[in-house]
C-alpha cells in the first residue's frame, strides 16, 4: 500500500509539472501573446551582445541586405567617456545608447540604393537625436532630428547643388503646407497619392515620438516555434512596425508596411 501511495504521489508531480511546462512553452499563444513593459524588452534590444544580418524581401521578392548594431554608451565616475578598456576597479557608469542601422537595396540591374539610419538615446531611452541618410548616387538626402530643439534638419545633394532647411515641431502640424514648401504644388498631391497622410492626428502632433507595445510571442524557426519578444510601433495611427526579438535581444525578424520582411541570417540557414 506505501509502495502504491508513493508512486501515485510521484506520477501526480511529474503530469503536473509537464502540464506547468507545456503551458510555460504553448499556453501563451492562445492568449495572442501576453504584456510584458516595452521597457524591459527594449533593454534587451540596446544591450544584446549579438549584432543582427538581415535580408530584406520585399513581397517576397529579395531587393537588399541590412546590418544592425546597438551600443552602450559607459563613462568612468568622473565622466569621462572611456574609448579604451579602463583601469581594473575604475567604476563605470550608463550615459545612454546608439543603434546604427544601415544598408543596400537593388532598385534595378543598374542602381543600388544605400541607407543609414542612427538613434541616440538617453539612459532613460528617450530619444535624444535621430538621422536617416539615402544614397542614390550621384543623389543624396538626409534628415536629422534632434529632441531637446524639437526641429527637423533636411539636407540634400544632386551632386552639383547642395541645400538645407530646418523646421520645427510648429512646422509639421501643417505637413500639406511644409510639402508645399518644399516640393511645391506637386509634391502635396504625389505625397496624397502615395497613402501619406497630410493631416496629422492629435497625439502626433506633440513632438516626434511613438509608442512601443511589447509582449511574448512566438516564431517559427525550422520546424519549432521558439520564444520570441514582440515589438510593435505605430505611426500616425495608420503605419505599423513590428521587431521579433530573441531572449537575448537579438533582432531576428521585422515586418514593416508594404510586406517588407527583414529575416535574420540565422533563420534563413535552418
Known amino acids: ?8 504521489i510521484v506520477t501526480a508531480f511529474f503530469v503536473t509539472m509537464n502540464v506547468l511546462l ?22 534587451k534590444v540596446l544591450t544584446s551582445p549579438d549584432n543582427s544580418f538581415l535580408e530584406i524581401r520585399h513581397r517576397g521578392v529579395k531587393i537588399g541586405r541590412a546590418h544592425w548594431a546597438a551600443t552602450v554608451g559607459e563613462a568612468a565616475a568622473t565622466g569621462k567617456v572611456m574609448d579604451d578598456m579602463p583601469p581594473e576597479g575604475m567604476v563605470k557608469t550608463l550615459t545612454g545608447y546608439t543603434i546604427d542601422f544601415d544598408g543596400t537595396i537593388s532598385l534595378d540591374d543598374l542602381s543600388r540604393l544605400r541607407f543609414n539610419c542612427h538613434l541616440e538615446l538617453n539612459t532613460n531611452q528617450n530619444w535624444q537625436e535621430f538621422g536617416i541618410k539615402v544614397i542614390l548616387k550621384p543623389f543624396s538626402w538626409e534628415v536629422i532630428a534632434n529632441a531637446e530643439s524639437q526641429s527637423l534638419k533636411f539636407l540634400s545633394d544632386d551632386g552639383e547643388k547642395k541645400s538645407e532647411r530646418t ?22 498631391a504625389a505625397l496624397a497619392a502615395l497613402g501619406v497622410p ?26 519549432n516555434l521558439v520564444h520570441v519578444f514582440r515589438l510593435e510601433a505605430r505611426l500616425f495611427e495608420r ?32
Open 1 to 8: 500500500m506505501r509502495f502504491r501511495i508513493t508512486f501515485l
Open 167 to 188: 523646421v520645427t515641431a510648429a512646422d509639421l502640424r501643417n505637413p500639406e503646407k511644409l510639402a508645399r514648401e518644399i516640393g511645391g504644388v506637386t509634391l502635396p
Open 239 to 270: 503605419y505599423k512596425a513590428v521587431l521579433f526579438v530573441s531572449p537575448v535581444g537579438e533582432l531576428l525578424r521585422v515586418e514593416l508596411p508594404d510586406e517588407i520582411i527583414l529575416t535574420n541570417d540565422a533563420l534563413l540557414n535552418l
Open 198 to 223: 497630410l493631416q496629422l492626428p492629435n497625439a502626433a502632433t506633440s513632438g516626434f515620438g511613438f509608442k512601443w507595445e511589447a509582449s511574448n510571442d512566438r516564431l517559427k524557426i525550422g520546424n
Open 22 to 43: 507545456w503551458r510555460s512553452e504553448y499556453g501563451v499563444r492562445s492568449h495572442q501573446g501576453s504584456p510584458l513593459p516595452s521597457e524591459l524588452v527594449l533593454e
